[in-house]
């Protein structure tokens, strides 16, 4: 397998939303950021991984783009993007930016023809169909709620839209569409990015023929996803924009793909299909979804996630590469999710990230998870700000649903927990803003912001900082092969890489109880050299039983 740079990062994501406001209006920027990037220089970071910063109307903050080759208001000016990436790259850091193209905003001058009339040039950039019935063309559920479909009266036909009405999807069958897609591309990659993660990229292909989907008893609308996820032609239009965009750039790649399997992983991420590096995987991220969906509670098992991490570092061992997350702006904060925000915060918070770093595959850091941060519980849903969150609890409400029942689902999996302004001190707003935050800041900061952690030896920080740094000093947490140790163990998420030789033993007890591990017979321990830990002075009872405290994790290095 070849040794690459991206490889051997750690990447950081950013929402600039609620990074770093410069100019109190209340709203992350540009500035905001470039003030911030010695902050992550600092931390180790790699590689910079921006959520948009296109022009966008902000139906869902930026994932909505309007102009792809401008900057929205306010984040700041073109002249404020050139500036980052020069003082990115100053630092010796790269900077990856977020491609949008499965839809686009209706407010993007292309829709805006488009939707004009049936023979205007621009309306094959869409996907317009004629109603059914008197319905839509089919009844697929949009992944925000209600139909995918809306219906457009001045032609008289619906258009598609997976996620929300104000993001109608480009039709990828048009090769002029694709090609302005990687002209834009290269007009970026011309600017001297290192980059992109691409949103729901496994979602452009669209079937030949509309067909409707199941509905689960009592719904109204169905999931579509077996017809556009990982769809006929996605390969090639991923090959064609590896020719045409990417492949004479020295750049990464990693593409959003809910619905991704192992197998299919392979085949996007193979070096010899020349698709892309690495793709985020939803499989893990689904382990605590009941049946109907994310916003159904379900406990983790910790059985499962061995089973179905180990799955996956397995599959990309030979062919293609892993991309390791926990967190990011779609998810719930991973301590309160995986760990125990309140009791063993610091220390389960380590825990989780020993797990993630230690594996196989490029790890990435969400804004805000290398301090701990925790989810929030607003008691008024006019606190809430994102659209998924309003439209879930309107449906809800309409379909009679209990309204604590609605906000445990909103407290357990709103994707506003993540959303919340980047804690940087004490003061008020957590030092995010001198005005009114666009979403309220968590009520912790208190106890939980970047100055304090920065002072403090045994914080979450200082303890990601260390993990990123072992990163670079031991090839063998890059390219080791991983083996899944105590595989039915109820409480211990165990494994091993290994490398020339060498071994590195990963123990991390996932929950708030004390536990034994017995030393494995076959790992000499007499030079296991402890690289981590997040409890002080356990070095010397490394030989046999080891008594692990709650969320103890170590990390030993046998040679
Ligand atoms: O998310 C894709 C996606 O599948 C989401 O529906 C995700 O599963 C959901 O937010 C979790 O409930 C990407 C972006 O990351 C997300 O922020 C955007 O809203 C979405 O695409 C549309 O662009
Ligand atoms: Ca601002």
Known sequence: MDKTWWKESVVYQIYPRSFMDSNGDGIGDLQGIISRLDYLKNLGIDVIWLSPVYKSPNDDNG???????????????????????????????????????????????????????????????????????GKEPTNWYSNFGGSAWEYDEATGEYYLHLFSKKQPDLNWRNPKLRQEVYKMMKWWLDKGIDGFRMDVINFISKPDEFLDGVPKPGKKYASGSQFYRNGLHIHDYLQEMNSEALSSYDVMTVGEMPGVTPELAQDYTSDERNELNMVFQFEHMGLDNGPNGKWDLKPLNLIDLKENLTKWQIALEEKGWNSLYFNNHDQPRAVSRFGDDKTYRVASAKMLATLLHMMKGTPYVYQGEEIGMTNIRFGDIEDYRDIEIMNFYQEQKEEGAPE?????????????????????????????????????????????????????????????????????????????????????????????????????????????????????DHLPNSSAELLITNYENNQSDKLGTINLAPYETRVYLIK
Request: with cysteine; aromatic share 14%; proline share 5%.
């Open 63 to 133: 994932y909505d783009i309007s102009d792809y080759q401008d900057i929205m208001d306010e984040f700041g000016t073109m002249a404020d993007w050139e500036e980052l990436l020069d003082e990115v790259h100053k630092r010796g850091m790269k900077l990856i930016m977020d491609l949008v193209v499965n839809h686009s905003s209706d407010e993007h001058p292309w829709f805006a023809e488009a939707r004009k009339s049936k023979d205007n040039p621009y309306r094959d950039y869409y996907i317009w169909r004629e109603g059914k019935e």
């Open 404 to 520: 604590e029942q609605i906000m445990e689902s909103i407290y357990v999996k709103g994707r506003d927990n993540s959303r919340t302004p980047m804690l940087w001190d004490g003061s008020p707003n957590a030092g995010f803003t001198s005005g009114t935050p666009w979403i309220k800041v968590n009520p912790n900061y208190k106890d939980v912001n970047a100055e304090d952690a920065q002072k403090d030896p045994g914080s979450v920080y200082h303890y990601y900082r260390k993990l990123i740094q072992l990163r670079k000093t031991h090839e063998i947490i890059v390219y080791g092969r991983y083996e899944l140790l105590l595989e039915a163990h109820p409480e211990l998420f165990v494994y091993k890489r290994t490398l020339n030789g060498d071994t590195l033993l990963v123990i991390c007890n996932f929950y708030g109880n004390e536990t034994e591990f017995e030393w494995p």
